[in-house]
């Protein structure tokens, strides 16, 4: 049918863009790793359109730099970056809490609804899993559980847009943060895991507590990186 070679081209774009996302988030690929379209079809044994996607995709998302005379490369986010990227997104965050204390977000009005108390309990569970990950020191699966908490705990404010960014500037963070974090010899006890606390502190409307958490959350993993940074 003529609609089964898009659905298979979006299907490998999707499975391409997850596969380079996870390298790249897992350290495995280092800043300043150059490669080309033609490379990456090599590699998975698929045409050039669905890497080029992919790609594009991926540079969006600002996992990857894209030139267009070079192709495209891991970023080399700087320590400067990374303070600049914790600024941004504590500005984004506390612009929510701000929004949820003057009661913009109809859905945070009574957490007890039980629509709303479905959505907490989902991102709670989320958190949770984070969580674990992080007491265990399971980096790569702390990064996809704490991803999915904030895209789906700033769905709940209800602005698709600041949505979106959170989650961009959340993404470069982790690139940035994570060929750090992979020197740890033992990271367990040393990432962040108060995800529950903070959905639980926002349930009772406590914006101020919130706020506070997140804070020290920031305070905690820039003071880290610099650690490592200084370290490295």
Same mark, same amino acid.
């Not at 609804?113 to 907490?120: G, Y």
């Not at 940035?176 to 033992?186: G, I, M, T, Y």
């Not at 529950?196 to 914006?207: C, K």
């Given at each position: 049918?003529?609609g ?7 299907t ?5 863009a997850?596969a380079l996302r996870d390298?790249?988030?897992a ?5 300043g790793?150059? &490669?080309?379209?033609?490379?990456i ?6 045409s ?5 996607? /992919?790609?594009v995709?991926l540079?969006?998302?600002?996992v990857?730099? /894209?030139?267009q005379?070079?192709?495209f490369r ?6 400067t970056d ?14 929510? &809490? @701000?929004?949820l204390a003057d009661?913009? @977000?109809p859905?945070?009005?009574d957490p007890r609804?039980?629509?709303v108390? /479905?959505?907490?309990?989902?991102v709670?569970?989320?958190g949770?899993e984070?969580?674990?990950a992080?007491t265990?020191?399971?980096l ?17 404010f ?13 993404v470069?963070s982790w ?16 990432l962040?895991?108060?995800?529950t606390e ?9 914006i101020?507590g919130a706020r506070a958490i997140?804070?020290a959350?920031?305070? @905690?993993?820039l ?10």
């Amino acid at each position: 049918m003529p609609g089964n070679g898009a659905v298979t081209r979006s299907t490998l774009r999707q499975q391409i863009a997850d596969a380079l996302r996870d390298e790249v988030l897992a350290g495995r690929l280092q800043p300043g790793r150059e &490669f080309t379209v033609k490379e990456i079809a090599d590699q998975y044994g698929v045409s050039a359109t669905p890497v080029r996607e /992919a790609l594009v995709d991926l540079s969006a998302q600002g996992v990857l730099d /894209a030139d267009q005379h070079r192709g495209f490369r891991v970023p080399e986010y700087s320590l400067t970056d990374y303070r600049n990227m914790i600024e941004a997104r504590s500005l984004v965050v506390d612009g929510m &809490f @701000h929004a949820l204390a003057d009661g913009r @977000h109809p859905a945070f009005k009574d957490p007890r609804e039980p629509r709303v108390a /479905a959505a907490l309990a989902a991102v709670r569970r989320r958190g949770e899993e984070a969580q674990r990950a992080a007491t265990a020191g399971d980096l790569s699966v702390l990064i996809g559980y704490d991803l999915r908490f904030w895209r789906e705990l700033s769905t709940l404010f209800g602005n698709p847009y600041l949505g979106d960014f959170l989650h961009r500037l959340r993404v470069q963070s982790w690139v940035c943060a994570v060929r750090h974090l992979r020197r740890l010899p033992d990271p367990r006890g040393q990432l962040w895991s108060g995800h529950t606390e903070l959905v639980d502190t926002l349930s009772r409307r406590d914006i101020e507590g919130a706020r506070a958490i997140v804070a020290a959350y920031n305070a @905690h993993s820039l003071a880290l990186i610099e650690r490592l940074s200084e370290n490295g």
